[in-house]
């Protein structure tokens, strides 16, 4: 597939690359991408829940009632789960909800995110760039003139630009990473995805070893 390359004022430069069909032209592996999406959004939670046991609460430990012939059921302390404001059964504890998922189940995840945005035709190949200082206006200006100011847009760079990633901070929706960072969640959440020059060789090499 030949994309044309596009500069930062949304003209054609002439240039055109072909896509790796290796990567932008597979057929989407739709339970792969489930289960990075899953392993994404399961990354992000926290897991902070938690809730006191009976051996956590602050209460006396002396027996309310006799063992036998109360009609109802042993409760032993004031503690106890079957009393208001005793412990709680089981209840929630800190956990990591993160999981790992096979390196080339990863890989195949990414390639069919994008070729399902190739296939969607939301990828942009764009010149390398560089902005002279962190402007938020400037990017404004850039994603305007690529059509895409009014659809969440990720652009993909081949390493770290401190002055690309600061003015797309605060662009609701504007998300800027590097190739080697790129994952699926990502990709599949974009309605435009921006590669540049660089970053498309980058990601070639990162997802072809």
Known sequence: MEVSVLNINGQETGKKVTLNENIFEIEPNEHVLWLAVKQYLAAQRQGTAKSKERSEHNGSTR???RQKGGGGARRGDINSPVLVGGGRVF???PRDYS???????????????LSQAAKDNEIIVVEDFNLDAPKTKD???????????????LVVLPE??????????????AEVMTANALNTYKVLNADAVILTESALKAIDELLTK
Do not use: D, E, H, M
């Not at 080339?104 to 990414?110: D, H, M, Q, S």
């Not at 990017?139 to 847009?153: E, G, S």
């Open 91 to 93: 209840g929630p504890t």
């Open 139 to 153: 990017f404004v200006n850039i994603a305007k003139n690529l059509k895409v100011n009014n659809k969440k847009a």
């Open 160 to 173: 770290v630009n401190k002055n690309v990633y600061l003015s797309a901070r605060n662009l609701k929706n």
């Open 63 to 65: 027996k309310l009632g």
């Open 99 to 113: 999981f790992k998922l096979n390196k080339k189940v990863n890989i195949l995840a990414r390639k069919s995110a």
